[in-house]
């Protein structure tokens, strides 16, 4: 039944799974993807992840697992992980400057419910610099709906509050939403915003 | 007929035989469109037209009644200025052919016939019908040296059994036989363009699959003679500078539908870095149509490759440890490790079976599964790693401990896997060096990248 359900959340949350072998796309390639994540990303920073990430806890199984005269399974510990919060320090917007300031903290959600830490396309790595192309997440993602917070290293089970207001996910959850910041990338991802504010006319 | 097929309207035509011979638009003979008339002929005795503006039948000519046999052969030969119906009339009785114009709006037509004496302009056959016995080979040549149309045909022996038709489009020398003119000036709305347009053709649209998935292609052609139906030839092609092999197998590739295999080519042909996770095979059938120039549909089969080949999961933790109760120190302790347990990692391919990168990335995933077994992530995920941190908890009630266990639990996983993290880089290149071996190396290849699985 775990089996399954570690299956089943794979294919509903994409490749959780790792370590994994992957591609590694051209310049053109890389191009093209990276122009379709900045159409249709909201918020484009370079961020540095902190040294580890809270856990999300989906509190109706968390309360499962601890019912009166229960033992869970190690198994089962996982399955209520929902994923993970970044508190991811903001070094350069590149678009969306109206979300964040450079200097400040941008909230990650990265989902997983598998015992894996990181996503096999998505590797949020602690302290490691990147430029993550993000998209504002619905409060009313059930993943989130009814969960909490778990912070690193606990004593207890006790779950803060999730703050989901100004909360961001990756904009395509199932595919590459993160690039190296080398100055490479990073001078292709300018440009490609810069066209894109130029092709779409602005709203305001 | 409305252009939404709906039928506005259905008139008889005074066809003496009430037949046609076939259908019309197969392009022998008996039945022809004009610039405002449906033309149709019963083959022997009638022909009529159908005005298409005013929907009425304003051409209706009888031919001269037959005594003998075989009776004269009519068929439709082409229309000419002013919707002139041009009829032929084969196999008289002394074995020449009429040529006859016949003029809408003149309803019966006067007796013998309401034939051009002169000339046709612009009149030419489009359609004609050796089939018949009437115009077997027995006839061989024959010219009507009257002031009409000159049809040859040349004796199988001289010709080596083809056969030629003369157009003449003024009034002939008797002596003189018609260089042919296969594709004189025709009104426009007698063109074989026109004609032909009534056959569809549909092909399936684009398709896109996997790497070693299949697809399914099927053509679809109407219009055609069901007696004498179109057969098929499948066929593709890549771009010619394309790495690893294109190739594009058929199921059946003589049937109207066929299944294909998915075999992803490299397109630009480069390794490192990788080619486009999508490559494009274009796909073509071409149609034969009896008795009608080969027609060419196309469509296309894009393959793609899934960015992330396979992955080996480090679920590899299950089981509950024992609780037990120290009477002495009167508190719950974690007393041996009970149903733990620490299995083979589990292995995710995200490719299908017949895939040509199967084996590679399995291969590539299996370098993990052994990390974890024996090699540098071993002492991942450990049972007497759990143990070590469960093993100080105690609590005086039951559902303390458990609470206890549960978080100490969690924590250690986070620990394990903020290891996994920094150990990811080594794991996923021992990984590459013995994957980037087997071949297609081409996609999953590591390319020197050190840092996984961020692009630089």
Redesign the interface.
């Known amino acids: 039944m775990?089996?399954t359900l570690?299956?089943l959340g794979?294919l509903l949350l994409g490749?959780l799974?790792?370590?994994?072998?992957?591609?590694?796309?051209?310049?053109?390639?890389?191009e093209?993807i990276c122009q379709g994540l900045v159409h249709s990303s909201s918020l484009v920073v370079v961020a540095v992840p902190p040294s580890?990430p809270d856990?999300i806890v989906d509190r109706a199984k968390l309360k499962a697992?601890?019912a009166?005269?229960?033992?869970?399974?190690?198994?089962q510990?996982?399955d209520q992980?929902v994923g993970r919060l970044f508190n991811a320090k903001v070094v350069d917007v590149l678009k969306g400057e109206a979300a964040v300031k450079n200097g400040e903290v941008v909230k990650l959600f990265v989902s997983g419910g598998?015992?894996?830490?990181?996503d096999?396309?998505n590797?949020v790595?602690?302290g490691k610099k990147?430029i993550f192309f993000l998209s504002r997440m619905s409060e009313s993602d059930p993943r989130i709906k009814d969960a909490g917070v778990?912070p690193?290293?606990?004593?207890?089970?006790e779950l803060l509050p999730l703050d989901v207001s100004a909360l961001y996910k990756f904009t395509d959850e199932n595919?590459?939403s993160?690039?190296?910041s080398?100055p490479?990338?990073l001078k292709m991802v300018k440009k490609l915003i810069r066209d894109d504010s130029r092709a779409k006319p602005s709203r305001h | 007929m409305s252009s939404s097929g709906q039928i506005l309207g259905r008139y008889a035509l005074p066809l003496a035989r009430q037949r046609l011979g076939s259908y019309f638009s197969d392009n022998d003979g008996d039945a022809l469109l004009g610039a405002q008339h449906l033309f149709v002929t019963d083959e022997r005795d009638s022909a009529v037209g159908f005005n298409l503006s005013t929907s009425t039948i304003d051409l209706n000519w009888q031919a001269p009644s037959c005594g003998g046999f075989p009776c004269p052969l009519i068929s439709l030969a082409g229309v000419a200025a002013g919707d002139q119906l041009i009829l032929e009339q084969t196999g008289n009785g002394d074995g020449s052919s009429t040529l006859l114009a016949l003029t809408p709006g003149t309803s019966g037509c006067p007796t013998p016939f309401c034939a051009t004496a002169a000339s046709v302009p612009n009149a030419t056959l489009s359609g004609f019908d050796f089939s018949g016995t009437v115009f077997s080979p027995t006839f061989e040549t024959f010219l009507f040296t009257d002031d009409f149309f000159c049809m040859c045909v040349i004796p199988p022996s001289a010709s080596g059994g083809g056969a030629t038709i003369g157009g003449a489009v003024s009034a002939p020398d008797a002596n003189v036989t018609p260089a042919p003119d296969l594709l004189p000036p025709w009104p426009e709305q007698a063109m074989d363009g026109k004609r032909e347009s009534s056959v569809k053709i549909t092909i399936s649209p684009v398709q896109t699959i996997q790497d070693g998935d299949t697809a399914s292609f099927s053509v679809s052609v109407t219009g055609t003679d069901p007696n004498d139906p179109p057969t098929y030839q499948w066929s593709f092609s890549a771009p010619k500078s394309a790495g690893n092999n294109p190739n594009v197998n058929f199921t059946d590739p003589t049937s109207a539908s066929t299944k294909t295999d998915g075999h992803w080519f490299a397109y630009p042909n480069?390794t490192?870095?990788?080619?486009?996770?999508s490559s494009a095979y274009d796909i073509r059938v071409s149609v034969m149509i009896p008795n009608s120039a080969p027609k060419n549909k196309k469509s296309k089969l894009t393959i793609n490759?899934p960015?992330?080949?396979?992955?080996?999961?480090?679920?590899?933790?299950?089981?509950?440890?024992d609780?037990s109760f120290d009477s002495t120190r009167m508190v719950y302790f974690v007393s041996g490790p009970g149903t733990?347990a620490r299995a083979t990692p589990?292995v995710?391919i995200?490719l299908a079976p017949a895939s040509q990168f199967y084996n590679k990335?399995a291969q590539?995933?299996n370098v993990?599964v052994q990390?974890y077994l024996t090699g540098m992530l071993s002492d991942l995920?450990t049972v007497s790693g759990?143990m070590a941190v469960l093993s100080p908890l105690t609590d005086p009630t039951?559902?303390g401990l458990?609470?206890?266990?549960?978080?100490a639990?969690?924590?250690y996983?986070?620990?394990q896997?903020?290891l996994?993290?920094a150990r990811?880089d080594a794991?996923?290149i021992e990984?590459?060096n013995v994957?980037d071996l087997i071949a297609p190396q081409y996609?999953?290849?590591?390319?020197g990248?050190t840092?996984?699985?961020?692009?630089?």
Request: glycine share 4%; aromatic share 8%; hydrophobic share 40%.
């Open positions: 775990i089996r570690q299956i794979f490749a799974l790792s370590p994994a072998q992957t591609s590694f796309p051209g310049d053109k390639e890389l093209r580890q856990e697992a601890l009166p005269g229960h033992v869970p399974d190690i198994a510990l996982n992980i598998d015992m894996v830490s990181f096999a396309l590797v790595e602690p990147a778990l690193p290293q606990p004593k207890t089970m595919a590459r993160m690039m190296s080398s490479k990338t | 480069e490192c870095p990788s080619a486009p996770a490759l960015m992330v080949g396979g992955s080996t999961s480090n679920a590899l933790l299950s089981g509950i440890p609780f733990l589990p995710t995200f990335s590539h995933e993990h990390q995920y759990l039951s559902d458990t609470s206890k266990y549960v978080a639990a969690t924590a996983l986070t620990s896997k903020a996994l993290v990811h794991a996923e990984a590459y994957s996609f999953y290849q590591r390319c990248v840092h996984f699985p961020l692009p630089q």
